[in-house]
């Protein structure tokens, strides 16, 4: 089955910088890839994905890439705030139909 | 706004107790899922529902059973709690079948077993 690695488990930046958060899979039939964002308290919350059909994606101040060939994809924030401060999961939609999450990052945003 | 409710945020049993955690949707969301989530593990698929009084088992199904009697309730039961059942348990609903659609995730429900 899918299985997704996600680097790096914690992230600290400073606030106004930019975070990058890696993940590779291993069914290359999987075809779409959303990220999960999870505030304190809170449940997790899509807050973009791709589809295996495009090589990026961006949502303002986030984005997202995917290398097929290589199997990995990778979520990117610039121009860090307070508020982006969370834990993140990637995750990967494998050949039965199922989601498979990546194991999380916490990112800490400094001030 | 979809909103997905769990019965309780903490909960608090004892070895060998029945615990049911109930989970409520209120946009007619046709599918529904459990999770456990670990400290390192990320979150586990335990079951899921696409269906009323319908289940399929996920990635972890052991030592939990479910139910769905109306299609905006999802109960996970545990038989017999155990102390490797002490986690957050997140409960998700999402409008069309598959995993290609988004998944919305109630604020969870820690449960600690003594």
């Known amino acids: 089955g899918e299985n997704v690695e996600q680097h790096p488990s914690t992230l600290s930046v400073q606030e106004g910088d930019s975070a990058v958060i890696k993940c590779t899979y291993s069914d290359s039939a999987s075809n779409y890839f959303p990220w999960y964002k999870q505030e304190l308290g809170k449940g997790p919350q899509l807050i973009i994905d791709i589809r295996s059909n495009v090589g990026e994606k961006k949502d303002q101040r986030i984005a997202v890439t995917l290398n097929k060939t290589a199997k990995h994809f990778s979520l990117h924030i610039t121009e860090t705030q307070p508020e982006d401060s969370a834990v993140y999961f990637c995750a990967a939609c494998s050949r039965d139909d199922k989601i498979i999450f990546g194991k999380g990052t916490r990112l800490h945003i400094l001030p | 706004d979809v909103k997905v409710t769990q019965s309780s945020r903490y909960l608090v049993k004892r070895t060998g107790e029945k615990v049911f955690l109930e989970c409520v949707q209120d946009m007619d969301h046709e599918n529904m899922f459990w999770y456990r989530q670990d400290p390192g593990l990320g979150l586990r698929l335990i079951y899921f529902?696409?269906?009323?009084?319908?289940?399929e088992k996920g990635d972890i199904p052991e030592g939990y059973s479910v139910s769905r009697e109306k299609k905006e309730r999802f109960s996970l039961i545990l038989e017999s709690a155990s102390t490797n059942q002490t986690s957050m348990y997140l409960c998700a609903s999402s409008f069309l079948t598959g995993a290609y659609n988004e998944q919305f995730f109630g604020p969870g429900t820690r449960l600690t077993v003594l």
């Open positions: 529902s696409y269906d009323v009084k319908m289940k």
